[in-house]
């Protein structure tokens, strides 16, 4: 079976994790601070903190940005952190819909969402693919809102040359095993601001700003030694990973192109999509089958394929009970008929050719 991801550690990154567990400094400590100094380098920022997750990472910004009662523009087609992390915040998630070709946040609908009480927007690089931060960003200015960029499934992304993570106000990571960098759990968060910067790393230790000094509300989201070490390692070769999934989404791209019924992911102009998913949606009346079918029968010629979403989250039960029922067309269309295809760095050439074949096969 060719899998969905490729998660393997090189030699050197488990030698750097028994090199950390032979130390016994195992939490939060040098390695941690060494990787954000070299995570922020790489992508362009000033400042970069390490959390415990990804999800951590979007509550760490909220908190620092928000007040209870604020509202947060967030698309609702993406994973649930994006807007449960507003609601954990004592915030409340906007749901916008998205773009149906692009799948990023629609910001004409998001034009019809602001009230008095909006004060961020969180944007989603989705599935690698980097939002048009030139629109956003004046959108943030217009409206007076500061910016939370998920960047979860984005490492290595760029907008007009610019790594993604290198933009105002707060770009957060996730590590988690199927990204394009993991390190089995663990986040980082970038900012340009020191006041940001400041508050976040207090926030992640429990606010405490000297030895059993505690200045503010906090919480325990502090990465271990071990996985920075690993991240450290992983971030020597990011580049490499994604050079093979940029071919191998080129080989996908190339080959989708002369068959109808199924349409890829249109990348945002400026952009260099990362490719953490390589996703299409499928015209069941063009293509000969629906998009469950189309995967049933990838599986059984030794194909894996996901559903990133199978719901939008204003379909989701606890938002549904939170903020009541809605409807936001272009997100419920692509619950209903996308397909996410191997892309990762770990597929060969001839993978990939396997899986262009079995299409055109049941496409017939």
Not at 229 to 240: C, M, N, S, T, W
Not at 245 to 252: D, I
Request: net charge negative; charged share 20%.
């Amino acid at each position: 079976m060719i899998p969905m991801a490729h998660i393997q550690l090189t030699d050197n990154e488990i030698a750097a994790a028994l090199a950390v567990l032979k130390s016994g400094a195992l939490r939060q400590g040098r390695q941690c601070e060494a990787f954000e100094q070299e995570f922020a380098q790489k992508v362009g920022a000033k400042f970069a903190v390490t959390c415990a997750n990804g999800s951590a990472s979007l509550h760490l910004a909220y908190l620092a940005l928000l007040e209870p009662g604020d509202e947060v523009i967030v698309p609702s087609f993406t994973f649930i952190a994006t807007a449960s992390m507003v609601t954990m915040s004592n915030a409340k998630p906007l749901f916008c819909d998205v773009d149906p070709e692009t799948y990023l946040l629609d910001l004409q609908h998001a034009e019809t969402l602001v009230t008095g009480r909006t004060k961020a927007i969180a944007p989603v690089h989705l599935f690698g693919n980097a939002c048009d931060i030139e629109a956003v960003t004046a959108f943030a200015r217009k409206h007076e809102l500061a910016i939370i960029w998920d960047a979860a499934q984005a490492h290595g992304a760029t907008f007009q040359d610019a790594d993604v993570g290198s933009f105002d106000d707060v770009v957060s990571y996730s590590f988690y095993p199927s990204k394009n960098m993991f390190v089995g759990e663990g986040g980082m968060i970038c900012t340009n601001r020191e006041d940001l910067y400041d508050k976040m790393r207090f926030l992640r230790t429990h606010g405490q700003t000297g030895k059993y000094l505690h200045t503010m509300l906090g919480l325990n989201y502090r990465m271990t030694d071990v996985e920075a070490a690993i991240g450290r390692e992983q971030l020597k070769r990011l580049d490499d990973m994604l050079a093979l999934r940029r071919r191998n989404a080129g080989m996908l791209n190339q080959a989708l192109a002369g068959i109808d019924g199924i349409t890829p992911q249109r990348i945002t102009p400026g952009c260099r999509h990362a490719w953490h998913q390589y996703c299409a949606t499928i015209d069941p009346a063009v293509f000969g089958c629906d998009r469950d079918t189309l995967g049933q029968r990838l599986g059984e010629r030794g194909v894996a394929t996901g559903v990133h979403y199978p719901r939008g989250l204003h379909q989701q039960p606890i938002f549904k009970d939170l903020y009541g029922e809605f409807s936001l067309p272009h997100t419920e269309a692509l619950t209903e008929t996308i397909i996410a295809l191997p892309v990762h760095h770990g597929l060969t050439e001839e993978q990939v050719i396997e899986i262009i074949t079995a299409i055109k096969n049941i496409r017939g």
